[in-house]
């Protein structure tokens, strides 16, 4: 799809003036926040939990701004208006500036990348690698080693990297957050280690009500046999289950497929699911 407008500020303008001037100093230092949105025949997904996280971001790491969340809610909203029957993302740049009343907040359509259905029927396999995000609370631009890591896993035709902290605890992916489980008990990083994924709270919340227990627990990659099966999620793969981690088969249990089941019928009921 062909997206000819983005926002700035709150104005809706030409997406040909979607540019940062290269002396940006903030740009470039990744001083700034964002979040991905998906967007599906006119209802944002979770829109309020996307901007507090947003917002949120921006105070931990010190970037001062003009705009609340009804201003990011109005800009979004005028953004899509013309977009009834489409399913696609949009992405929200907040870049601080040596003054709040000089940062800029951006948003634009992006088209959706669907993982591929068999890895939902298969798993995805994954690698590991030693990093461990400085403002774990903050999604933030500094995604140096996160890309790096990233793209060590395409390379070798992993989905994505594990995190592993300088504990040797797996803390999360690096666009995903990390699960175990083993029955009906379900086992995540603390969440003072991890970004706190709005898909992470949605699959929690959902897990709860269905008579699965939560348990939050460092996990090493060395004890990964011990569980039953492991996953992840995010905005655009829900939950993906994992076949492999650096070659080390993992399960998948049908309390798995169960859980995985009970997200898509939630999404389906609230947001007429892609």
């Given at each position: ?37 998906r967007i599906s ?196 793969s829900k939950i ?35």
């Amino acid at each position: 799809m062909d997206f000819k407008y983005f926002s700035q500020n709150g104005k809706i303008l030409p997406i040909e003036q979607a540019v940062i001037p290269i002396s940006n100093i903030e740009y470039s230092y990744g001083f700034g926040v964002y979040e991905n949105i998906r967007i599906s025949n006119g209802t944002v997904y979770f829109l309020k939990d996307h901007t507090d996280r947003l917002l949120e971001s921006a105070k931990i790491i010190g970037l001062t701004h003009s705009f609340d969340e009804e201003i990011i809610k109005n800009s979004i909203l005028d953004l899509i208006k013309d977009y009834k029957s489409e399913t696609f993302n949009i992405k929200i740049l907040l870049i601080g500036a040596s003054t709040k009343e000089k940062a800029i907040l951006n948003i634009f359509c992006l088209n959706p990348l669907f993982p591929d259905k068999k890895l939902y029927r298969d798993g995805a396999e994954f690698i590991t690698y030693n990093y461990e995000r400085p403002f774990p609370h903050a999604k933030t631009l500094n995604m140096l080693q996160s890309y790096l890591a990233y793209s060590k896993a395409k390379k070798s035709g992993a989905y994505d990297a594990l995190l592993i902290n300088q504990n040797g605890f797996i803390t999360e992916g690096t666009r995903t957050n990390f699960f175990c489980i083993k029955g009906k008990i379900i086992y995540t990083p603390f969440e003072k280690d991890i970004l706190l994924g709005v898909m992470r709270k949605v699959v929690l919340k959902i897990a709860s009500e269905n008579n699965y227990k939560i348990v939050e627990t460092n996990i090493k990659f060395d004890d990964i046999k011990s569980y039953d099966g492991a996953f992840v999620t995010s905005t655009s793969s829900k939950i993906m289950p994992i076949k492999s981690i650096d070659g080390i088969l993992v399960g998948y249990p049908d309390e798995l497929k169960e859980l995985m089941k009970l997200l898509n019928n939630f999404l389906e009921k609230n947001f007429l699911l892609h």
